[in-house]
């Protein structure tokens, strides 16, 4: 069987580590994909979802905040800033953390902020939301 041994790691936990057989990571241009015998390749991933195919055939999705992705050798690592299920976001931590960023944003001739800081986080609870399933056009007023 031709398959690839990813890991996931993020600051807090392994967070997957085994056989798949491709890999779809949110890049800057668009998602990318790693099948058995990629070119090595050292990039960036954006925010957005993970996808991976395990020896089942089975797909699995995660939310993604971005991070850091390694093939060589048929051996993926990854390094991602979060990394969660759908079971695993918290919605009204999603939903706080989006308006709060869309308050600084709206506030930033008012007070002093990192806009670009306040953008990703904007951006990470955007993703979290519609990945929930949770995000609907009314909230992002």
């Not at 890049?27 to 058995?36: E, M």
């Not at 905040?65 to 990394?83: F, H, M, R, W, Y």
């Not at 007070?111 to 951006?123: F, G, H, P, V, Y």
């Amino acid at each position: 069987m031709k398959e690839l041994k990813l890991e996931i790691i993020t600051p807090t936990k392994v967070a997957f580590t085994g056989n798949v057989k491709s890999l779809t990571v949110p890049g800057g241009l668009g998602s990318f994909q790693v099948l058995f015998n990629h070119a090595p390749l050292i990039s960036t991933f954006d925010v957005g979802s993970i996808k991976l195919e395990n020896e089942q055939a089975e797909t699995n999705e995660f939310a993604t905040g971005g991070g850091t992705i390694e093939v060589k050798n048929n051996v993926i690592l990854v390094l991602a800033d979060s990394l969660e299920s759908k079971e695993e976001i918290d919605v009204r931590r999603a939903q706080g953390a989006l308006m709060r960023a869309k308050q600084r944003i709206s506030n930033r001739n008012k007070e002093e902020i990192d806009l670009i800081r306040a953008e990703a986080a904007l951006a990470r609870a955007i993703n979290r939301l519609k990945f929930a399933n949770s995000y609907s056009s009314s909230s992002s007023d």
